[in-house]
């Protein structure tokens, strides 16, 4: 299986993945929205891990306020294993684009194209650097799949986030921010009403994320030999692989053989 997914100045393109029965997945079927749960794992621009952590993602949209444009606003906790401290993070996201569908909350959601859709980006410039922040979606987990936990909740609905900072004019990773990917299940198709209490249990942590981290396969560099046309590859753990040119950033996943 392999679904790629190509940026150009914002825009991005995707090939087939897997395919999940629609009456399981997550509300909105988009690979958003609900709660996520899963592990993160930063990488260096050469492909080594730098740090591995617990991830809890909660999604809804909401609008600010009466007659505003809904979107996506997510909160993030971030914990290292075993641990009940966290890092939380509050964003509301960039528009989500699959090729020239775009994603907005309304009867559109529920239109074929959209919730066939195997892969979203979520892009924007950064007004004080203007560098891209890039992020992209993709069903499923790549890579060699992880080992199962013990008690680990069943989740019907699977999803690879990659995100980054790309210099757009020179085609470079930012060398200050790391690249992170998360391999996440859905293991609510809303908010939770009791997310903080459960968040607190390391053992429902543990068995929500219900996959062992994928930060300890082996994962190449760019010293790799690749053809001459995808110079520059990154080969980074959970079958992702990254692309990067002036004005144009690709990023593969790649699982099974």
């Not at 569908?101 to 194209?113: D, I, V, Y």
Request: with cysteine; glycine share 10%.
């Amino acid at each position: 299986m392999r679904v790629a997914a190509a940026l150009v100045i914002g825009a991005m393109y995707a090939a087939a993945a897997m395919v999940v029965p629609a009456a399981r997945v997550a509300r909105p079927a988009h690979k958003l929205g609900g709660e996520w749960a899963g592990n993160l794992v930063s990488f260096s621009e050469s492909g080594a891990v730098l740090e591995q952590r617990e991830s809890l993602v909660t999604e809804e949209w909401r609008g600010e306020e009466a007659g505003a444009e809904w979107a996506i606003h997510r909160r993030e906790h971030r914990l290292q294993h075993g641990d009940s401290a966290a890092a939380v993070a509050n964003t509301v996201l960039p528009t989500a684009c699959s090729g020239s569908t775009t994603l907005r909350r309304g009867a559109s959601m529920m239109e074929p194209e959209v919730l066939n859709a195997r892969a979203w980006a979520l892009d924007a410039v950064e007004a004080s650097t203007g560098l891209w922040r890039c992020e992209t979606i993709f069903d499923g987990v790549g890579g060699d799949r992880p080992q199962t936990r013990d008690g680990a909740l069943e989740c019907p609905k699977e999803r690879t986030r990659v995100q980054c900072v790309l210099d757009a004019t020179t085609g470079d990773l930012a060398p200050s921010e790391p690249v992170l990917i998360w391999q996440e299940r859905c293991w609510s198709a809303a908010p939770a009403d009791d997310y903080d209490e459960l968040t607190r249990d390391a053992a429902w942590v543990s068995s929500a994320v219900g996959l062992v981290s994928f930060g300890d396969q082996n994962a190449g560099s760019t010293e790799e030999p690749s053809p001459w046309w995808l110079a520059g590859l990154r080969r980074l753990g959970g079958g992702v692989e990254m692309s990067c040119q002036p004005g144009v950033l690709e990023i593969t996943l790649r699982a099974g053989a």
